[in-house]
């Protein structure tokens, strides 16, 4: 069963980067550039959000939250999405997740932890 996976979260202080790693296991998707590719992103006690999204030829979207501060891109040799998050926030506190701009609910991986603490 495909399920994405998510890596490279942790703990950093506010104004901090981290840069985010969106895989695949359990199955190959043949023509991943194909696929439009969107990360999300669920804080404790609220409902997961959309965070950015990227098509094919690599133009993205991004929440207002986090415009300016994020960089979704894509590596469709490696059939991987990164997420660059600078100038980290409190309120960037969340588990991130990344799946298709509209979610298949069995592809949810575990996704990584990202923690913005002083």
């Known amino acids: 069963q495909v399920q994405f996976v998510e890596s490279g979260g942790g703990l950093v202080q506010p104004g901090g980067s981290l840069r985010l790693s969106c895989g695949t296991s359990?199955?190959?998707?043949?023509?991943?550039?194909?696929?439009?590719m969107a990360w999300y992103r669920q804080a404790p006690g609220k409902q997961r959000e959309l965070v950015a999204s990227?098509?094919?030829?690599?133009?993205?979207n991004y929440a207002d939250s986090v415009k300016g501060r994020f960089t979704i891109s894509r590596d469709n040799p490696k059939k991987t999405v990164y997420l660059e998050m600078n100038s980290l926030k409190l309120e960037d506190t969340a588990v991130y997740y990344c799946n298709f701009p509209i979610p298949v609910n069995n592809y949810w991986g575990q996704g990584t932890r990202v923690t913005v603490s002083s």
């Open positions: 990227i098509d094919s030829v690599g133009q993205s």
């Open positions: 359990g199955g190959v998707f043949s023509t991943f550039g194909d696929y439009r």
